[in-house]
Nanobody, 122 residues
Framework: QVQLVESGGGLVQTGGSLRLSCAAS????????IGWFRQAPGKEREEVSC????????YYADSVKGRFTISRDNAKNTVYLQMNSLKPEDSAVYYC???????????????WGQGTQVTVAS
């Protein structure tokens, strides 16, 4: 059974850091592109970052470029999102999903997990 489980969220002060994890089961994380998405209250879900399957090319939304880093550990079958210099506008529920890359953007495939809450206090 294909499953992704997010963890690592929490409450952090502005300028702080968090590392989110996306643990995969039922497949290996280098088989598919894995994307991170987020949704804040009252807003639509938006792209955050993605790592491609083939060569590990990384993609970032303009709002997080230079602050967030996506990576994967094939041995742990996990994709990470290192988030630095966090801002209150980064507060959201963060989700990971198997994705398909389309140019410089990425689209989620399949169902969503429970997500992990990130709250950045001002």
């Amino acid at each position: 059974q294909v499953q992704l489980v997010e963890s690592g969220g929490g409450l952090v002060q502005t300028g702080g850091s968090l590392r989110l994890s996306c643990a995969a089961s039922g497949f290996t994380v280098d088989e598919y592109a894995i994307g991170w998405f987020r949704q804040a209250p009252g807003k639509e879900r938006e792209e955050v970052s993605c790592i491609s399957a083939s060569d590990g090319t990384t993609y970032y939304a303009d709002s997080v470029k230079g602050r967030f880093t996506i990576s994967r550990d094939n041995a742990k079958n996990t994709v990470y999102l290192q988030m630095n210099s966090l801002k209150p506008e980064d507060s959201a529920v963060y989700y990971c999903a198997i994705s398909t890359v389309d140019g410089d953007s990425w689209l989620p495939l399949g169902s969503w997990g429970q997500g992990t809450q990130v709250t950045v206090a001002s």
